[in-house]
């Protein structure tokens, strides 16, 4: 303390100030991105895979969690249209009691026969089980068609058809899967065909994507009730039946009215329906309808 009464500090009580020489702790690679600035392109790139991938992660689980739901449903969705397309369905009604009236069988379309039970390259054919559309893709179930005007590239060899029986055991309708291209998609429908093999009752779609307002119409009731009581086959046989805009010389019988502004679409639908009525579809088996012998 000096004479004034100070303090009076010396340098070793208060040494000079030195430079930091230490080595800071190593950052993580982690820790490294986190602090690149936000708008550094690398991490731009990897943070929107990374959300991209987690995002995948969650549609595909919800995917896998929710496809029983989703057979149930599209298996339910088709027995509501088989009913439908028979006459059979009210709003409201036990579905699946309505359509255990229903008899399904596998046809060999080359025969016409059923072929319930048959072992074809290790497959059993089961009516119950058996899946179409897996068989038209299925190499050793189908073959490639050369004549091809339904625009569906195979045909299989065996389609489920469906017999609804009247009260005393005698038939009432055949149901027929049938499908073919419109304009934009494939149509998947059933035609219903009554006792005689030969009067349509119905036909209806269950799955396209025709535009809205126009070959959409396909599923308006009004048109599909143009389908009930026309003839197949004139009294020579010749398939006659036919969408278009203009009666046919066979007769209004024979005769759909195309689809206002859809021509494309009513055109798919006279090509498939004509395919699968003709010798290389259901003819064969609605030949034994014919001959009573389904």
């Not at 059979?88 to 009604?93: C, D, F, H, P, Q």
């Not at 359509?99 to 072992?119: I, K, R």
């Not at 579809?281 to 014919?290: A, K, T």
Request: glycine content about 10%; charged content about 25%.
């Amino acid at each position: 303390m000096d004479a004034s009464g100070e303090p009076q500090f010396t340098p070793e009580m208060n040494p000079p100030l030195r430079e930091d020489t230490s080595v800071p702790p190593r950052k993580g690679p982690i820790r490294r991105f986190l602090d690149t600035p936000p708008d550094n392109t690398a991490k731009t790139v990897v943070i929107a895979l990374g959300l991209c991938l987690v995002a995948s992660m969650v549609v595909s689980a919800a995917a896998v969690s929710l496809r029983p739901l989703q057979q149930e449903n599209a298996a339910l969705d088709k027995q509501v249209n088989i009913v439908e397309v028979a006459g059979k369905y009210e709003e409201g009604m036990d579905v699946a009691a309505a359509f255990a009236a229903f008899e399904p069988h596998v046809v060999e379309l080359d025969t016409g026969a059923f072929a319930d039970g048959a072992e074809i390259e290790g497959q059993v054919l089961d009516p119950l089980t058996f899946d179409d559309r897996a068989a038209a893709e299925d190499l050793t179930l189908s073959a490639p068609l050369d004549d091809d005007p339904a625009g569906i590239g195979r045909q299989a060899d065996y389609v489920t058809v469906y017999l609804l029986k009247n009260d005393d055991g005698s038939l009432d309708k055949v149901i027929l899967p049938v499908y073919g291209y419109g304009l934009w998609s494939t149509l998947y429908g059933f035609i219903a065909v009554e006792e005689d093999g030969n009067t349509i009752y119905g036909l209806q779609f269950y799955e396209h994507a025709e535009t809205p307002g126009l070959g959409a119409e396909v599923d308006n009731p009004r048109w599909k009730a143009l389908w009930r009581g026309k003839k197949l086959r004139d009294d020579e046989g010749d398939l006659e039946i036919n969408v278009g805009k203009a009666v046919t010389a066979a007769g209004p019988e024979y005769h759909v009215d195309a689809l206002s502004g859809a021509t494309l679409t009513s055109r798919g639908v006279d090509n498939l329906v004509r395919f699968w009525m003709g010798e290389a579809g259901f003819e064969p088996f609605l030949e034994r309808v014919r001959a009573g012998e389904i």
